[in-house]
């Protein structure tokens, strides 16, 4: 299964807006270019996300976008719901009418099936307030990781803890 950038930018930007709101309204183009994203692809993405009502917009002057609800009560599943994203693992059009291969369906049809169950489930048990909290708690341990023993001098490598 491969998600399209829909669905990742969706959750990566919800997660930005998660980490960054501090309950104001956050522009578009701030999480735009934090996240290395399309403005114009965020908007069109934004403007779902309001409809399925997780995001609220504010015109304007300090205008932008805030959460509708707190981080642990938006599922990763309601965002890539509310950009259309589907998680599907067969190739099936649809599920109760012919099959995947002519009129019957194909020898791993139920593995796909059960496979997309166990995910769309995954990822209706996952928070942004969870995924927030792990890139806390990430960045913190990174923190005290690099913080540990002798400091850092300019010479030292600073990325050693990311490839751990």
Not at 39 to 44: C, D, G, V
Request: contains cysteine; charged residues 25%; negative net charge.
């Amino acid at each position: 299964m491969q998600l399209s950038s829909k669905g990742r930018y969706a959750v990566m930007a919800m997660a930005d807006l998660a980490r960054n709101s501090q309950g104001s309204a956050v522009p578009v183009a701030a999480i735009a270019e934090r996240q290395e994203l399309s403005s114009a692809y965020l908007e069109q993405l934004f403007a779902k996300l309001r409809r399925a009502g997780l995001v609220d917009s504010t015109r304007g002057p300090g205008g932008g976008y805030a959460l509708a609800s707190k981080p642990h009560d938006i599922s990763i599943s309601d965002i890539m719901q509310a950009v259309e994203e589907p998680v599907k693992m067969t190739r099936c059009h649809i599920e109760d009418a012919g099959g995947c291969v002519g009129d019957s369906r194909c020898l791993t049809h139920d593995l796909w099936r059960a496979l997309g169950d166990h995910i769309v489930g995954f990822l209706g048990s996952v928070t942004l307030g969870d995924v927030i909290d792990n890139a806390a708690a990430r960045d913190m341990a990174r923190g005290i990781e690099l913080n540990k023993g002798a400091p850092l001098d300019e010479e030292a490598p600073r990325n050693e803890v990311a490839t751990r």
